[in-house]
């Protein structure tokens, strides 16, 4: 080996324990590490040009990309709740409420995008609880989980199965996996997981006193005062209707010269300056909102440069790509950002009011004012997700083509399911489709398309090719190879765990990317097939159920569930160790070594 080659080995090696590294200790996103990974292998002439593009021209990741604008087109003609209205029903107890939640819901999942499905169903749900007298904590979890599983039923099931299989076309050359291979071993699992969640119901909380749960779901917290020229100023709080002004809130408090009252008499008279914390729910809290005699405590921080009755309210769940994650922001920042006003915030199961500076964590539900446009505008917005607002923003000709875009969906799943077209065929009709039948507006296309998504998959696809062409996933799997004695069971075990361990530390999409090469590696080393170890990854990369943080939709429930950390420990441990059980055991049974 001549000292070029041996260079070429050693900053290959750097460049990849650096980009595990950066993804393990900061917030920078997997697309941003990747492609600063690729590109400085590019630079160093470790990949030439056709090495470095071969990824980005891929077939595999124009496939996803065609299939997010056939999500967008479902998603924004309302068909999720359109198929979700007459599903759930008044089931009388916890074991059937959650059969009914979780049947459809990876149904779903099983063809859309995780997201939008949770997104669309936890304030249908946290509706639905209080009708049937169960609390949102027994639903919640079994909700994201669900979603989870069904994603594990296809191949458009989640955005891993594709990265996965992107992978896997790139490096033996084929027309990668057909859309239900993947249901052999991932409706098993489905089925396994939702038994044994149901199962181990018990084990979800139930507290008796609900109080936390319910203000970090529903209820929040407001601060207003009565500004100069006001027109409550000299009324009694009986005459102003401030203490009995909706259902669904109160007047918790009155702030008068700093002293703080909670015993607020009828007869008082409201004075200039006075300020008031009130509790309720997002229709209490419009409501408020559209009281000329007060105004929001937040409008000394930041001011909307719009008109009230174009004003809406929006729940929305922080994600972990939210830039200012973990540190304080300037409310009057956040309102250059996303042209919204921040009015409350739940944190751990608590409603809390804050100054002009807040601190946002993963998993915040925040109470936002904004633009009625904000919905169309923010709905691709990475940075949080939308759970509700206080208006519909869909409109009755985009709502009657639910049916069409819910067929154009399923025709999709036929032709490729029954092998008429291949994968990138069959989506390229049916996002053809969603466009020429108005389903999906042009303006949302490059909105609807999770662009980090695509960069990283090509990007992956640079950075595996590299590991190949210097030997280092030759000396890895080597390394490995002969630890476990040649046995494949020992090592498709090991890919397992490798892969749900970088999952819960990582991302999903970044842990298939990150093992694929090697075990790749190994498996034509061994000389036995490839499917059972893909097959593994590709279930453990999106099977986290143990933190909220290792999946989206985990995170998505932490604040409308009122959860704690534990609660997913308790049932996401088991969950996580049936379904690798189920997975491990199955997979070389189906595709034989």
Not at 120 to 130: G, H
Not at 193 to 205: A, E, H
Not at 453 to 481: D, H, Q, R
Not at 513 to 520: D, G
Request: charged residues 15%; aromatic residues 12%.
């Amino acid at each position: 080996m001549d000292i070029f080659s041996e260079w070429r080995i050693i900053l290959t090696l750097l460049i990849f324990i650096c980009t595990f590294l950066t993804l393990f200790f900061t917030r920078i996103s997997p697309a941003r590490v990747f492609l600063a990974s690729v590109v400085l292998l590019f630079i160093t002439g470790i990949l030439n040009t056709t090495e470095f593009l071969s990824g980005f021209n891929s077939s595999a990741v124009v496939t996803v990309g065609l299939l997010y604008i056939v999500v967008a087109g479902v998603e924004q003609t309302g068909g999720l709740s359109w198929l979700t209205k007459y599903v759930l029903g008044n089931p009388k107890s916890y074991f059937r409420a959650q059969l009914r939640l979780m049947l459809p819901t990876s149904f779903l999942s099983a063809f859309l995008n995780n997201t939008p499905v949770v997104a669309l169903l936890i304030p249908i749900v946290q509706k639905w609880s209080s009708r049937i007298n169960i609390k949102p904590s027994k639903l919640l979890i079994p909700l994201s989980y669900a979603s989870i599983l069904g994603g594990l039923c296809t191949l458009i099931g989640t955005s891993t199965n594709l990265v996965v299989n992107g992978l896997y076309q790139d490096r033996y050359g084929n027309s990668g996996f057909e859309i239900f291979e993947i249901a052999k071993v991932g409706i098993p699992v489905a089925i396994v997981g939702i038994i044994f969640i149901l199962l181990l119901s018990f084990l979800l909380p139930n507290r008796t006193s609900f109080k936390k749960i319910e203000k970090s779901s529903r209820v929040y917290q407001l601060e207003m005062y009565v500004p100069k020229k006001s027109s409550l100023i000299g009324k009694t709080f009986e005459e102003s209707g401030l203490t009995h002004l909706a259902e669904g809130g109160k007047l918790e408090m009155l702030i008068r010269n700093s002293e703080k009252s909670f015993e607020i008499a009828l007869d008082d008279t409201i004075k200039e300056d006075d300020h008031f914390i009130f509790s309720g729910n997002i229709g209490y809290i419009q409501i408020l909102s559209l009281n000329k005699g007060l105004r929001k405590a937040t409008t000394k921080f930041s001011t909307l440069n719009f008109p009230r009755q174009d004003r809406i309210l929006v729940e929305v769940v922080i994600s972990k790509k939210f830039p200012f994650a973990g540190k304080f922001i300037d409310r009057l920042k956040f309102r250059r950002l996303y042209n919204a006003r921040a009015l409350s915030a739940a944190q751990d199961g608590e409603s809390v009011l804050s100054g002009r500076y807040m601190m946002l964590h993963p998993g915040d539900t925040i109470l936002v004012e904004a633009h009625s446009e904000f919905l169309l505008k923010q709905k691709y917005n990475r940075d949080f997700y939308i759970l509700n607002s206080s208006e519909n923003e869909l409109s009755r000709e985009s709502i009657e083509k639910a049916p069409v875009a819910l067929g154009i969906l399923l025709g999709m799943v036929a032709l490729a399911g029954f092998g008429i077209f291949s994968m990138f065929k069959a989506a390229l009709i049916a996002a053809s489709l969603m466009i020429i039948a108005g389903c999906c507006s042009i303006p949302s296309l490059y909105k609807s398309i999770d662009w980090k998504v695509l960069v990283t998959i090509a990007s992956a696809l640079g950075l595996g090719l590299a590991l190949e062409k210097t030997g280092i996933a030759s000396l890895i799997s080597t390394g490995v190879l002969e630890f476990a004695g040649n046995n494949p069971w020992i090592i498709l075990i090991l890919v397992y765990f490798i892969t749900s361990f970088f999952t819960e530390i990582i991302t999903n999409n970044a842990a298939a990317a990150l093992t694929f090469p090697l075990v790749m590696n190994m498996v034509d080393q061994l000389g036995v097939n490839p499917i059972p170890f893909v097959m593994c990854i590709m279930v453990s990369a999106s099977a986290s159920f143990i933190t909220p943080i290792g999946y989206q939709t985990n995170l998505m429930i932490y604040g409308p569930g009122g959860y704690r950390f534990s609660d997913y420990l308790r049932i996401g441990v088991p969950l996580d160790i049936v379904v690798a059980i189920t997975t491990i055991c199955l997979a070389p049974l189906i595709w034989p070594f």
